[in-house]
């Protein structure tokens, strides 16, 4: 499986973006999907997941009620709401696909990782 992320950018504090995880590949059903960020300085942390069904969610504290996971199968495509975005937010965020239904918050989990895209958030 190959992962594209995009749709990172500029935006003011408070503002939204979308982040978009298109998956080449075969069988990207098979998969639970994770984004990940990173800050300059700073280690790789677990912002949210989701199973290979949808059925389930999982949130860092830090982005609860603010962001949004979600999948589309037939699209091959995984989604990172954001909304209320804080200068803390700003970051390089990946997107993973693993084929495993647990620990979705570890990033040893996943077996496959995109490039990264760059958000910035402007205060």
């Known amino acids: 499986v190959q992962l594209q992320a995009s749709g990172g950018g500029l935006v003011q504090a408070g503002g939204s973006l979308r982040l978009s995880c298109a998956a080449s590949?075969?069988?990207?059903?098979?998969?639970?999907m994770g984004w990940f960020r990173q800050a300059p300085g700073k280690e790789r942390e677990f912002v949210a997941a989701?199973?290979?069904?949808?059925?389930?969610?999982y949130y860092a504290d830090s982005v609860k009620g603010r962001f949004t996971i979600s999948r589309d199968n037939a699209m091959n495509t995984a989604y990172l709401q954001m909304n209320g975005l804080k200068p803390e937010d700003a970051a390089v965020y990946y997107c993973?696909?693993?084929?495993?239904?647990?620990?979705?918050?570890?990033?040893?989990?996943?077996?496959?990782w995109g490039q990264g895209t760059q958000v910035t958030v402007s205060s």
């Open positions: 993973a696909a693993g084929v495993t239904y647990n620990s979705l918050w570890y990033d040893s989990t996943y077996d496959y």
């Open positions: 590949g075969r069988s990207f059903s098979r998969y639970a």
């Open positions: 989701i199973t290979w069904d949808g059925g389930s969610l």
